[in-house]
């Protein structure tokens, strides 16, 4: 049975460094790229970044240079470094698979709020 754990999530002052995990189970991790996705209060779901099986990684515009993604496949767990964190980068964060449907499966996500 697949699950994703999301963890890491909390309170930050602007400036400030978060690095969420993703512990992912069930068969999902090894054989699939990977993404960071978050949602902002109103706002819908949107991709944050991507790391492929092989740890290439592909990150959003809006945190390019700010963010980055890694993957210890042994430990089937995913990382988010975050950096120069903003107020706009408050939102859930969650992790899953690179290609997402309708009927994916979906953790519960970690909260990272961005305030002074």
């Known amino acids: 049975q697949v699950q994703l754990v999301e963890s890491g999530g909390r309170l930050v002052q602007p400036g400030g460094s978060l690095t969420l995990s993703c512990a992912a189970s069930?068969?999902?991790?090894?054989?699939?790229?990977m993404g960071w996705y978050r949602q902002a209060p109103g706002k819908q779901r949107e991709l944050v970044g991507t790391?492929?099986?092989?740890?290439?990684?592909r990150l959003e515009d809006s945190v390019k240079g700010r963010f980055t993604i890694s993957r210890d496949n042994p430990k089937n767990t995913m990382y988010l470094q975050m950096n120069s964190l903003k107020p706009e980068d408050t939102a859930v964060y969650y992790c899953?698979?690179?290609?997402?449907?309708?009927?994916?499966?979906w953790g519960k996500g970690t909260l990272v709020t961005v305030s002074s």
């Open positions: 899953n698979t690179i290609v997402v449907g309708p009927q994916s499966y």
């Open positions: 069930g068969g999902i991790f090894t054989s699939n790229g």
């Open positions: 790391i492929s099986r092989g740890g290439t990684e």
